[in-house]
C-alpha cells in the first residue's frame, strides 16, 4: 500500500504565528484531502487538493502530485486552530479506500 | 440530511456481546464509508460502500465485523463477540461518490468501550 508521512509530528505555535505542515506520499494519488481533528475529536474537511492550489480564509494548501507532496499552510493562528491535522490519500485502484498519514498534533497558545 | 449523524454516540458493552452501530449520511452522498480510530492513533479503513455495494472489505479486522448499507442510505456495522481490543471510536463518513471531486463529511463518531 502506499506510505503517507506526515511532518512535523508536534508543533507548538504562539498565536499569531505561521506554519507550514507537510505531507510526503509514496505513490502517485488520486485523492488527497487535508482534515483538522479539533479537540473534541470531530474531523473536518479542510482541503479536497489531489493537485495545485487552494486557499480558505487563514488556511491553504498546495500539493505537487509529480514530486508527491502536500503543503498546508496556517497563516495568523488561532487558539481554534489546535488539534490534529491528518493528510488522506487514495491511490490507483484503491478509490475509497484512504489512506491516513499519523497526523500532525498542533497546539496554539494564546 | 444536514451532516452525518452517527448512533449511539457513547455505547459501553460486556466482552462477549454483539453492538450495532448505525450511520445516516448525507442525503444524495451515494458513497459511504467506515473508520476506527483507536485513542491517540489515526484513522484506520474499515469498509466502504458505493451505494449499497462493498466493493472492498479488506479493512474489516475479522470475521466479527460486518456492514451493511440499505440502499444509499443508513448503513450499520456489527461486531460480534466484542472483545477489548474493539474498543475505539467508530467514524463513518459520506461522499458524493466517485464520479465527484469532493472530500468527506465525516460524523462525530460512536466511542465503543468493551469491558
Known amino acids: 500500500g502506499i506510505q503517507v508521512e506526515q511532518s512535523p509530528p508536534d508543533l507548538i505555535l504562539q498565536e499569531g504565528a505561521n506554519s507550514t505542515l507537510r505531507c510526503n506520499f509514496s505513490?502517485?494519488?488520486?485523492?488527497l484531502q487535508w482534515f483538522h481533528q479539533n479537540p473534541w475529536g470531530q474531523l473536518i474537511n479542510l482541503f479536497y487538493?489531489?493537485?495545485g492550489t487552494k486557499q480558505n480564509g487563514r488556511l491553504s494548501a498546495t500539493t505537487v502530485a509529480t514530486e508527491r507532496y502536500s503543503l498546508l499552510y496556517i497563516s495568523s493562528s488561532q487558539t481554534t486552530d489546535s488539534g490534529v491535522y491528518f493528510c488522506?490519500?487514495?491511490?490507483?485502484?484503491?478509490?475509497?479506500?484512504?489512506?491516513f498519514g499519523a497526523g500532525t498534533q498542533v497546539v496554539v497558545t494564546p | 440530511g444536514a451532516g452525518v449523524s452517527q448512533s449511539p454516540s457513547n455505547k459501553v458493552t460486556e466482552k462477549g456481546k454483539d453492538v450495532e452501530l448505525r450511520c445516516d449520511p448525507i442525503?444524495?452522498?451515494?458513497?459511504l464509508y467506515w473508520y476506527r480510530q483507536r485513542l491517540g492513533q489515526g484513522l484506520e479503513f474499515l469498509i466502504y460502500?458505493?451505494?449499497?455495494?462493498?466493493?472492498?472489505k479488506s479493512g474489516l479486522p475479522s470475521d466479527r465485523f460486518s456492514a451493511e448499507r440499505t440502499g444509499e442510505s443508513v448503513s450499520t456495522l456489527t461486531i460480534q463477540r466484542t472483545q477489548q481490543e474493539d474498543s475505539a471510536v467508530y467514524l463513518c463518513?459520506?461522499?458524493?461518490?466517485?464520479?465527484?471531486?469532493?472530500?468527506?463529511?465525516f460524523g462525530s463518531g460512536t466511542r465503543l468501550t468493551v469491558v
Open positions: 463518513a459520506s461522499s458524493l461518490g466517485r464520479d465527484y471531486n469532493y472530500g468527506y463529511t
Open positions: 505513490d502517485s494519488v488520486n485523492n
Open positions: 487538493i489531489p493537485s
Open positions: 488522506a490519500v487514495d491511490w490507483t485502484d484503491s478509490w475509497g479506500k484512504l489512506q
Open positions: 442525503s444524495g452522498h451515494t458513497a
Open positions: 460502500f458505493q451505494g449499497n455495494s462493498a466493493p472492498d
